[in-house]
């Protein structure tokens, strides 16, 4: 006898296929444990989050505070301002001198570290992070001739390929900072230290140089092997970014590694060079009159933003930071106050409840 067929028999069959096996894992019956919150349970952990946070907050906030820092703005948008000439006429490549002077009210102790900031500066542009070309940073020769269509509109110039090409290092900071004591109208220059303010695999694993038989001024330069040129608001090329070390040009130029890491915010800081202690006797700076030298080639006033120096030194936490003092008190005080006022309402209407639910 001939069976009917009918399209709901299949329905059935992709339906009773589709159910989970009957284990506990897919039928979610897998033993499973889950925190009763009581009195005695809930008040003692508000207590001692309480205690524990306040502590390390206060010493947090306090080894903050001990940290010696100055910023100095030499935007030069105020009439008065030392550098104003040069912030009213600057332009990229084009180079201004202005001196700042400015006083320590107090010895600076260890090493002290230089940076520069920058406000309204906004690196954190999808468009701008992304504007770069890492194989061409790593020292790839193919992506020199040919970078990446992410550096756009920064990666040819005059039919050449830009190295470094994109929007980061077309705007490298290039501000020259140099600082000087000043003893009876004498001025002494402060020994700044340029090498080793980038991350350790930043200078040894993200940017490296092209290798080959020649100089590095040869691989970059349009006669050479690549045939490359600089980007649009350089005023020089990669490969002569400091005369004065060899072995700090090209991709490996530690300024330049520090810029390239991008900053999250629209005010930053970047370190910019680092003041050794040398003598164990002498702070490292003395109080007293200084002058901060500033060869003036980074124009701001295009976004409206500012810049400023930074002198600051560090603790084992790091730098100056309140912030995170301010928290670990804010957090340890309000769990101490809802500890309070819980135990109170327990105490009060605790027994109440228990004496209701006994006579029920």
Known sequence: MATSYSPKDDDVHQHR????????????????????????TVLPAFFIIGLVFIPIGIGLFVTSNNIKEMEIDYTGTEIDSPCHKC??????????????????????????????GLSNFYQNHRRYVKSRDDSQLN??????????????PYRTSDGLPIAPCGAI???????????????????????????GIAWWTDKNVKFRNPTGDYNLSYIFTASGISGTTKPVNW?????ELDPEEKDNNGFINEDFIVWMRTAALPTFRKLYRLI??????????????????????????SFHGRKRMILSTISWMGGKNPFLGMAYI?????????????LFIHHKYGNRNSSTEITN
């Open 139 to 152: 020292g790839d020769k193919s992506s020199l001739t040919n970078p990446s269509k992410e550096c756009e």
């Open 235 to 239: 005023p020089k090329p990669v490969y």
């Open 276 to 301: 050794e202690k040398k003598d164990s006797l002498a702070p490292t700076l003395q109080h007293g009159n200084y002058t901060l030298h500033v060869t003036y080639n980074y124009p701001v006033d």
């Open 330 to 342: 804010t957090v340890g005080s309000i769990c101490f106050v809802l500890g309070v006022v819980l």
């Open 17 to 40: 296929s589709r159910k989970p096996d009957n284990t506990a894992f897919k039928q979610q019956r897998l033993p499973a444990w889950q925190p009763i919150l009581t009195a005695g």
């Open 87 to 116: 912030a009213v006429n600057g332009t990229w490549n084009t180079t201004c001198e202005c001196v700042v002077p400015f006083q320590l009210e107090h010895p600076y102790e260890g090493n002290v570290f230089m940076y520069y």
């Open 169 to 195: 290092a077309n705007s490298l900071f290039n501000d020259t900072l140099k600082l000087y004591y000043v003893d009876n109208g004498t001025e002494t220059e402060i020994t700044l230290i340029k090498k």
